[in-house]
């Protein structure tokens, strides 16, 4: 793998310079810095919570454990790392640079925090500052201008064959540690030990994963972020939906199935039925496909299965037009994926702005853009039986035309995702997701 990195890091770190080089002069700066960021501390006390890496900053090289290090960028120039590498006996102090990426950047180590100010451009009004606020040393504080942010976010969206080949390993980690995952929970384990399993099988810490693994059995499945793990095991698991994913160098992974227990052959057959809808839009992911366009298609394939398994009596269509249909899939289709899991400019209407407004009566929509290749998409449909949305429902004129014994019959499964990791491409697209379960 580190070979094929190493081919094709060059391409990668010519792009981004290129992309630096137009967002700088968008916003007339001469410079691009980049703080890699500092661990924040918790609420009177001198713990602190897990250092997340500014993205922008593992954007350009593999590293993701070097807090208090930055990137400073010249246009015509080498790209310079100044690397904190304190002087401590009381953490793990971060191992010297090196790897594929090392040439290709210009070096310094540092011991203090701010002694990174001898080596960063003095001219700051002509710097573009990117990171959080507390990453500041000395005058040098983030800006994050607008115009330079606009551009580089726009960019991201495109994914350079480097990109490709990190997402392609993120997507094998995350399939590996599912399968462990689905067996623990054929075998009776808890939420927590089904968890140890996934864990044991990534080998990633909670910490090292892209977002804290949903882990649900039976109705824990209708709460969307579900993360409580309990101990003990359900008297009766008839259902379990993971939503959980992988890290490979800063790249994420974000993979969701639904698992029907022996027992609980009704519930296989929805998820048949959405596993099938499922495929069939990630077929739709191609060129110059309007996502939003593809959330609403996806809403009225959803409405038609629930028809068609007599959960609704209303048409698909008067099941979108009057809300129903959110009431059984209440989120949106997917989202941006890349180095991070809901990756930035989802929304955006350009390369200097602007946002794309998400469909009315459709509010927790993650993505409106249109594909285009090289773009990375989540393709997540759902389907759930979620108390609070069906009290409401019950409380609409649309009432009468839902089969409320079914329904109540299959809250106890709480509810269904399936989530594959997709690229849009000049063909047809790529599975990341299914390419790794295959290869596992």
Same mark, same amino acid.
């Given at each position: 793998?580190?070979?094929?990195?190493?081919?094709?890091? !060059?391409?990668?770190?010519?792009?981004?310079?290129?992309?630096?080089?137009?967002?700088?002069?968008?916003?007339?700066?001469?410079?691009?810095?980049?703080?890699?960021?500092?661990?924040?501390?918790?609420?009177?006390?001198?713990?602190?919570?897990?250092?997340?890496?500014?993205?922008?900053?593992?954007?350009?090289?593999?590293?993701?454990?070097?807090?208090?290090?930055?990137?400073?960028?010249?246009?015509?120039?080498?790209?310079?790392?100044?690397?904190?590498?304190?002087?401590?006996?009381?953490?793990?102090?971060?191992?010297?640079?090196?790897?594929?990426?090392?040439?290709?950047?210009?070096?310094?180590?540092?011991?203090?925090?701010?002694?990174?100010?001898?080596?960063?451009?003095?001219?700051?009004?002509?710097?573009?500052?990117?990171?959080?606020?507390?990453?500041?040393?000395?005058?040098?504080?983030?800006?994050?201008?607008?115009?330079?942010?606009?551009?580089?976010?726009?960019?991201?969206?495109?994914?350079?064959?480097?990109?490709?080949?990190?997402?392609?390993?993120?997507?094998?980690?995350?399939?590996?540690?599912?399968?462990?995952?689905?067996?623990?929970?054929?075998?009776?384990? #808890?939420?927590?030990?089904?968890?140890?399993?996934?864990?044991?099988?990534?080998?990633?810490?909670?910490?090292?994963? !892209?977002?804290?693994?949903?882990?649900?059995?039976?109705?824990?499945?209708?709460?969307?972020?579900?993360?409580?793990?309990?101990?003990?095991?359900?008297?009766?698991?008839?259902?379990?939906?993971?939503?959980?994913?992988?890290?490979?160098?800063?790249?994420? #992974?974000?993979?969701?199935?639904?698992?029907?227990?022996?027992?609980?052959?009704?519930?296989?057959?929805?998820?048949?039925?959405?596993?099938?809808?499922?495929?069939?839009?990630?077929?739709?992911?191609?060129?110059?496909?309007?996502?939003?366009?593809?959330?609403?298609?996806?809403?009225?394939?959803?409405? #038609?299965?629930?028809?068609?398994?007599?959960?609704?009596?209303?048409?698909?269509?008067?099941?979108?037009?009057?809300?129903?249909? #959110?009431?059984?899939?209440?989120?949106?289709?997917?989202?941006?994926?890349?180095?991070?899991?809901?990756?930035?400019?989802?929304?955006?209407?350009?390369?200097?702005?602007?946002?794309?407004?998400?469909?009315?009566?459709?509010?927790?929509?993650?993505?409106?853009?249109?594909?285009?290749?090289?773009?990375?998409?989540?393709?997540?449909?759902?389907?759930?039986?979620?108390?609070?949305?069906?009290?409401?429902?019950?409380?609409?004129?649309?009432?009468?035309?839902?089969?409320?014994?079914?329904?109540?019959?299959?809250?106890?499964?709480?509810?269904?995702?399936?989530?594959?990791?997709?690229?849009?491409?000049?063909?047809?697209?790529?599975?990341?997701?299914?390419?790794?379960?295959?290869?596992?």
């Amino acid at each position: 793998m580190s070979d094929l990195l190493a081919k094709l890091y !060059p391409g990668h770190l010519q792009t981004l310079q290129q992309h630096a080089d137009a967002a700088l002069a968008r916003g007339g700066f001469e410079h691009l810095l980049i703080a890699s960021g500092v661990p924040r501390y918790q609420f009177l006390d001198d713990r602190p919570y897990p250092f997340a890496v500014n993205p922008h900053f593992k954007h350009w090289l593999p590293v993701t454990k070097a807090p208090g290090s930055w990137i400073a960028y010249t246009p015509g120039q080498k790209p310079k790392l100044i690397y904190l590498q304190p002087q401590d006996y009381w953490h793990v102090v971060p191992e010297a640079p090196a790897g594929y990426w090392v040439e290709h950047f210009d070096i310094v180590v540092i011991r203090e925090s701010d002694h990174a100010v001898a080596h960063l451009p003095k001219n700051l009004a002509r710097c573009a500052i990117i990171g959080e606020d507390n990453a500041a040393v000395g005058a040098i504080k983030p800006d994050n201008p607008p115009a330079v942010l606009n551009y580089l976010h726009w960019q991201r969206a495109y994914k350079t064959d480097y990109e490709l080949a990190m997402l392609r390993v993120a997507s094998k980690l995350g399939a590996r540690a599912h399968r462990a995952a689905e067996a623990a929970f054929r075998a009776g384990h #808890s939420e927590y030990d089904i968890n140890t399993a996934y864990l044991n099988a990534v080998h990633e810490t909670e910490n090292e994963l !892209p977002y804290s693994n949903i882990i649900a059995l039976n109705q824990h499945g209708a709460v969307l972020h579900y993360t409580d793990l309990n101990r003990a095991p359900p008297a009766h698991a008839d259902s379990f939906l993971i939503d959980a994913g992988a890290n490979f160098h800063g790249y994420a #992974s974000d993979i969701t199935r639904t698992y029907a227990a022996a027992q609980a052959e009704e519930f296989q057959i929805l998820i048949a039925a959405v596993d099938k809808a499922q495929r069939s839009f990630v077929e739709k992911v191609k060129k110059g496909q309007d996502y939003a366009a593809l959330h609403i298609h996806a809403h009225h394939a959803l409405a #038609s299965i629930l028809r068609e398994q007599n959960f609704i009596r209303l048409s698909a269509e008067a099941a979108v037009e009057t809300g129903v249909s #959110s009431a059984f899939f209440p989120h949106g289709l997917g989202h941006m994926l890349g180095l991070q899991v809901h990756d930035v400019g989802g929304f955006q209407k350009d390369d200097s702005g602007g946002t794309i407004a998400k469909p009315p009566g459709h509010p927790y929509l993650r993505f409106t853009r249109t594909l285009e290749p090289r773009m990375v998409t989540t393709i997540e449909p759902g389907i759930y039986f979620i108390d609070m949305l069906l009290a409401e429902l019950k409380n609409k004129p649309q009432s009468k035309d839902i089969n409320w014994d079914k329904v109540d019959k299959f809250r106890r499964y709480g509810g269904i995702r399936i989530e594959d990791d997709v690229v849009c491409t000049e063909r047809a697209p790529e599975n990341l997701t299914r390419d790794a379960f295959a290869a596992a």
